[in-house]
């Protein structure tokens, strides 16, 4: 079993900035990929980015192209989501997540992911 732990989410003024951090702990297993989603009231779990643990591979959602940068810390098992110029729209519970193997689904598919974690809350104030 894998345990993941979020955390920077808070509040923040449309322009500025958060850094999200999530660790991984428990079973120690070679990672596929550790992605990002986000889940805001009433609308279904999205995408946000995604990073191939061995060879650092990126991916991001349309939304937040050059505006987050997802990174990883192997040694640590820590996965990093930075934010800048946020959006109110960007407001959501984000959530960090582990697909232990590829599935041939895309590492945007909710179904490629094994782990999740509970979740932190960012809200951006317009």
């Known amino acids: 079993q894998v345990q993941l732990v979020e955390s920077g989410g808070g509040l923040v003024q449309a322009g500025g900035s958060l850094r999200l951090s999530c660790a991984a702990s428990g079973r120690t297993v070679s990672y596929y990929v550790m992605g990002w989603f986000r889940q805001a009231p009433g609308k279904e779990r999205e995408f946000v980015a995604a990073?191939?643990?061995?060879?650092?591979?990126?991916n991001y959602a349309d939304s937040v192209k050059g505006r987050f940068t997802i990174s990883r810390d192997n040694a640590k098992n820590t996965v990093y989501l930075q934010m800048n110029s946020l959006k109110p729209e960007d407001t959501a519970v984000y959530y960090c997540?582990?697909?232990?193997?590829?599935?041939?689904?895309?590492?945007?598919?909710?179904?490629?992911?094994?782990?999740w974690g509970q979740g932190t809350q960012v809200t951006v104030s317009s």
């Open positions: 997540a582990v697909g232990r193997l590829p599935t041939g689904l895309g590492v945007s598919s909710l179904a490629n992911y094994d782990y």
């Open positions: 990073i191939r643990w061995s060879s650092g591979t990126t």
